[in-house]
Nanobody, 114 residues
Framework: QVQLVESGGGLVQAGGSLRLSCAAS????????MAWYRQAPGKQRELVAV???????NYADSAKGRFTISRDNAKNTVYLQMNSLKPEDTAVYYC????????WGQGTQVTVSS
């Protein structure tokens, strides 16, 4: 059973924007803080942004002021609005629960050209 499906990535120039979406199964989404992660080539996966069930958000320093995480509890969907993108944001982006995780999805590739 597919639990997490990310979409919305693409190729964008530096300074551009993208909006990522993640459709999650109820078993992962319900009553669970959700998060976006990313993994750049040759690097470990890192936490980018978190949102609690009540909508409280937190961001990695690299994302603060540029990225916005949100969730639609009726649709079991998490979003990541990314503005002012930089080449160093290039990575595969994944969503998952923060504490209660499911199987990782395929992710969505974000490539930012300089």
């Amino acid at each position: 059973q597919v639990q997490l499906v990310e979409s919305g990535g693409g190729l964008v120039q530096a300074g551009g924007s993208l909006r990522l979406s993640c459709a999650a199964s109820g078993s992962i989404f319900s009553n669970n803080a959700m998060a976006w992660y990313r993994q750049a080539p040759g690097k470990q996966r890192e936490l980018v942004a978190v949102i609690t069930t009540g909508g409280i958000t937190n961001y990695a320093d690299s994302a603060k002021g540029r990225f916005t995480i949100s969730r639609d509890n009726a649709k079991n969907t998490v979003y990541l609005q990314m503005n002012s993108l930089k080449p160093e944001d290039t990575a595969v982006y994944y969503c998952n629960g923060l504490l209660r995780k499911g199987s990782w999805g395929q992710g969505t590739q974000v490539t930012v050209s300089s």
